[in-house]
């Protein structure tokens, strides 16, 4: 099922503008998407494969995610068919 409950438009306004809170609150929305494609497949010493998050790929995913909210986000294009809440 596709996970309804969104960012809401004035945290991603304020992660915009360097607010750490909101930018926070976007990175754990997203944690688990960030998880899931940080997972790399770890061998131990006998050859068995094992499956682990890289914390420097989850980083390099955070930070790049940071970057596009504040210096790619057009606060002025929304989405066709989307609305601001009054």
Known sequence: MKNKKLVPYTV?????????????AILEHYDGFIDHHSK?????????PHTAIDPEIKERIRSKIID?????FD?????EGEHLES
């Open 68 to 72: 596009k909210v504040i210096n790619d």
């Open 40 to 48: 790399r497949t770890l061998y131990d010493e006998y050859g068995n």
């Open 75 to 79: 606060p002025y294009c929304l989405p």
């Open 12 to 24: 991603i306004l304020n992660a915009t503008k360097g607010d750490p809170e909101a930018i926070e």
